[in-house]
């Protein structure tokens, strides 16, 4: 008998970007015309479509999952088009020509959140990177630049806000209690961009003059009830268009700028021309409901969107191969704005420490590719930390390399270059080079290697001069088993030990496998400060005395430096810890430098709050996991947690008078105020470690005296993580309070579900288990489902449970939710793909749920091609 479900799926084919062939047709013109329902919306679309030079080809047009109900070609009724599995095929005369083709879509029936789709009630829309074939058939593809025409036509009680891309151009009421409204967008863009919002939603209002004076309508839509909650958003959109013209000479170009925030949302946000679409989550925030690190969020993602418009959408990219041309780049822009409107030292410290916990392990593990990869399967899998954040990395060194001003004269050359026009990465970087003078030859490897490079830094002193050997490997990563050196910029510094001072920053650039820098004039060793700022995003082998590294804590005027030195003081301690590498007198060393050093951070008055929080941060479980060859995840657990509780009980009285004083601080969004409320819920944190039931009963006061969700969330977070018996009543009734006194709200209940799942607590996953069947939890939700399994997934004690349950827990939610939303199905697939990073009992089970998963039929092609790229 044959198990027809067994029956192995074609695999999808796979992409290759040296296969890029240059459009046939063009689509200079499109019209829409929406007949808007949330089940059965009915779209007219017609394409004036232009051969390209002497092709010969067929016009193909995308479709996904949509049937073509009528084809006219000039406006004839035609038959002569064929299906070529999704795509739709017309064998056409002339050389220009119009056809309309009329598709009819289910919008309520869309749980993957891709093309049209419906959002309690609203419609709107999420093109990138291939939904608008799930729209209508059309060359889905960036290099296709089009002029948008939209009309659409809905119940007014039900839509009576009617959006999309550019400018309103007419608007009318129907007898029979529809109404209508026609969108004109004057700039060319590929359908990736395309976008319509038809709800019921009320906009927030202002305005922005750019210096050539144009005057720019601003809105952000949201449900009722909801505008409130936008101030800092419009802020924050205000900001970065002066930013924008400031610091890249970018100005906005249409008179009306829309941003609509949607609660269910595959992503953070979308750049669609003249109309972003956000998830709620970036947009809504007041004290009450939203922490610090909420309003810092919500200021980058809106910044990122709005960058976007000239680096995204002015120049877009011309296939999904470079991708990294427009995110990586934008990223960068993002972070230098966040850096100018706060704390530029502690910004950095937090892009770097993102990169090493979510992109580290990507360039390490079996799903590595470079920043602008060379094949995929499914391109919703490669919006990646890789492609974004060490994509921002790349584009930072060159800022290194060429500084400020001449990296200036390269980004202006490469929009003056390119505005209009479908740009590679490789046009990128020929910009950089032109405009500001630089040889970038042999920098081009970043974009074709993946994996970390590892520098190892030796530093030997003889007579009066310092001499620096420094070497670099790049380990071998999927399909790439050899390596090229890199081009490493290094800020570096060397420190007199006397002085404590260093005598001025250099620029080393590590070009070979090996290369030795000389130092004259120091009569002693000195003690070496590298990759400052962390001017190059690679890993450092640095063998260096416990001794420098407390000098370089204490001393470092490079606030990077002065937190890296701190990290590597207790990752050093932690590895050797976990490795059995550590007897109890050099253990007791350890824990004394690292403990001197916090006492000195605490007392340290010359440092502001928010910056000595970044100091006090213990490396992450994940991070010290990244510097084993084999991980045992809860030996790094215990002897991280062993680390905090001796930082806790060690300086009791000093974490005691820290949240006395932090506690003392009045609610503002001023960076003193924010400061004190990072260390109030650290200082809780090490005196949980320790002392469980002084931190609940001060936890249980922050979270009774909270006017704002920072120190709420924290309280409740600690609360969350306590397990001891006398304090369980604290927690679960934290924990009750919090639901009832937020019902209703989803990003606070969100928040909920996270603290629970991300627990310290040694019951979390049972808890988790509890949570997927409360009435709160739904799976069509992307904020909700993220919320209480992506927390889960980073939380190393409960994902990595012994007997593999956490694993089955993941494998089961990826087989769960994969018919329902692929794309961030996919996205649960690699914590599970770290497996041969794991110690080998733990690894056997998660290849076991991998190798589960494989076998399910009817797998999407997003976590088909993820799953199978684990086990390889
Ligand atoms: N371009 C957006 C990211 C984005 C990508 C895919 C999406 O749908 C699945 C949505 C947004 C950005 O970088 O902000
Ligand atoms: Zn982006």
């Not at 011309?318 to 470079?322: G, I, L, P």
């Given at each position: 008998m044959t198990d027809l479900s067994s029956t192995p799926a074609v695999p999808a084919p796979v992409i290759h970007r040296a296969d890029y062939r240059p459009p046939e047709w063009l689509v200079p013109e499109i019209a829409l015309d929406f007949a808007l329902s949330l089940t059965a919306t009915h779209v007219r679309a017609d394409l004036e479509v232009q051969r390209v030079g002497t092709a010969s080809g067929p016009l193909r047009l995308d479709g996904d999952g949509i049937a073509a109900k009528s084809v006219l070609i000039d406006g004839t009724a035609h038959n002569d088009w064929y299906m070529d599995g999704d795509s739709l095929i017309i064998d056409l005369p002339g050389e220009r020509h119009t056809v309309t083709i009329e598709t009819e879509i289910n919008p309520a029936a869309n749980t993957q959140l891709s093309g049209l789709y419906a959002s309690g009630g609203m419609l709107c829309t999420q093109?990138?990177?291939?939904?608008?074939r799930r729209i209508t058939f059309f060359p889905?593809?960036?290099?296709v630049l089009s002029r948008y025409t939209v009309r659409m036509t809905g119940e007014k009680a039900a839509f009576p806000v009617l959006l999309s891309n550019g400018n309103p151009v007419a608007s009318g009421d129907n007898a029979d209690g529809t109404h209508w409204a026609e969108w004109h967008d004057p700039w060319p863009k590929p359908s990736y961009l395309f976008a319509l919002v038809a709800g019921d939603l009320v906009a927030s209002r202002d305005s922005f003059t750019t210096r050539s004076g144009r005057r720019v309508d601003l809105a952000i839509y949201v449900r009722a009830g909801d505008e409130t909650r936008t101030g800092h958003a419009m802020k924050a959109l205000i900001d970065s268009m002066r930013w924008d013209e400031d610091v890249y000479g970018r100005e906005y170009d249409l008179d009306l700028f829309n941003i609509v925030a949607v609660a269910d949302f595959n992503a953070g946000a979308m750049e669609n021309k003249g109309l972003n679409v956000f998830n709620t989550r970036y947009i809504l925030a007041d004290p009450e409901t939203a922490t610090d690190g909420d309003y810092d969020a919500i200021e980058g993602v809106v910044a990122h969107e709005y960058f976007h418009n000239w680096s995204g959408n002015r120049v877009t990219c011309?296939?999904?191969?470079?991708l990294s041309l427009k995110e990586g780049f934008t990223v960068l822009r993002d972070q230098q704005f966040s850096a100018d409107m706060g704390s530029a030292p502690v910004k950095r410290i937090e892009d770097v420490r993102i990169l090493r916990a979510a992109q580290f392990p990507e360039d390490s593990g079996p799903l590595a590719h470079p920043i602008r990869p060379d094949a995929y399967q499914e391109i919703s899998n490669f919006y990646t930390a890789t492609v974004y954040n060490k994509g921002a990395e790349v584009i930072r060194m060159m800022t290194v390399l060429a500084g400020p001003e001449r990296f200036r004269r390269g980004t202006d050359l490469y929009f003056d270059r390119h505005d209009g026009e479908a740009a590679t990465c490789e046009d990128f970087v020929r910009a950089i080079e032109d405009g500001a003078e630089l040889d970038l030859g042999q920098f081009r490897r970043w974009y074709e290697q993946a994996g970390t490079p590892r520098v190892t830094a030796t530093l030997t002193h003889a007579g009066d001069t310092a001499t620096l050997v420094l070497s670099q490997t790049v380990p071998a990563t999927p399909g790439q088993p050899d390596k090229q050196p890199m081009v490493i910029p290094l800020r570096t510094a060397l420190f007199d030990r006397a002085t404590g001072q260093h005598r001025g920053e250099q620029l080393l650039v590590l070009t070979e496998p090996e290369q030795t820098f000389t130092f004259p004039g120091f009569t002693a060793p000195p003690v070496l400060s590298i990759n400052r700022g962390f001017s190059a995003p690679v890993a450092i082998d640095l063998p260096m005395e416990t001794a420098d590294l407390v000098f370089l804590a204490a001393h470092d005027d490079d606030p990077f430096a002065r937190y890296e030195a701190m990290q590597q003081l207790m990752v050093r301690h932690l590895v050797a810890a976990v490795s059995g590498d550590l007897p109890d007198e050099a253990r007791g060393e350890g824990l004394a430098a690292i403990r001197d050093v916090y006492a000195s951070v605490l007392a340290d008055a010359a440092l502001d709050d928010l910056m000595r929080g970044e100091l006090l941060i213990l490396p992450g479980e994940g991070y010290i996991a990244e510097?084993?060859?084999?991980?045992d995840p809860s030996r790094i657990h215990a002897e991280r947690e062993a680390l905090k509780r001796w930082l806790g009980s060690q300086l009791a009285g000093p974490w005691q008078a820290l949240h006395d004083r932090c506690t003392a601080v009045p609610y503002s969004l001023e960076a003193a105020a924010r400061g004190a409320r990072k260390l109030k819920t650290q200082a809780l944190v090490y005196l949980a470690a320790s002392d469980p039931v002084e931190a609940a009963r001060r936890a249980k006061a922050q979270y009774d005296a909270a006017d704002n969700m920072t120190d709420r969330q924290g309280a409740l977070m600690v609360l969350a993580g306590i397990g001891t018996a006398e304090c369980d009543e604290a927690r679960r009734a934290a924990l009750a309070d919090f639901h009832a006194r937020f019902a209703g709200n989803a990003l606070v209940i969100d928040k909920w579900f996270s603290i629970q799942a991300s627990a310290l607590h040694p019951d979390t996953l049972a808890h988790v288990t509890a949570l997927a069947a409360h009435p709160d939890f739904t799976l069509t939700n992307p904020n909700r489902v993220r919320a209480l399994y992506m927390a889960f997934a980073a939380n190393p004690q409960a994902f990595h449970a012994a007997d593999g349950a956490g694993y089955r827990m993941i494998a089961d939610l990826i087989l769960k939710l994969d018919p329902i939303n692929g794309n961030v199905a996919a996205r649960f697939v690699p914590p599970l793909g770290r497996w041969r990073r794991i110690e080998p009992t733990r690894a056997a089970l998660m290849r076991a749920e991998l190798e589960r998963i494989a076998a399910a039929p009817g797998l999407s092609r997003d976590v088909r091609e993820q799953v199978s790229k684990s086990l390889e």
């Open positions: 093109c990138e990177a291939e939904g608008f889905d593809r960036p290099d011309r296939d999904w191969f470079q510097q084993l060859a084999q991980a």
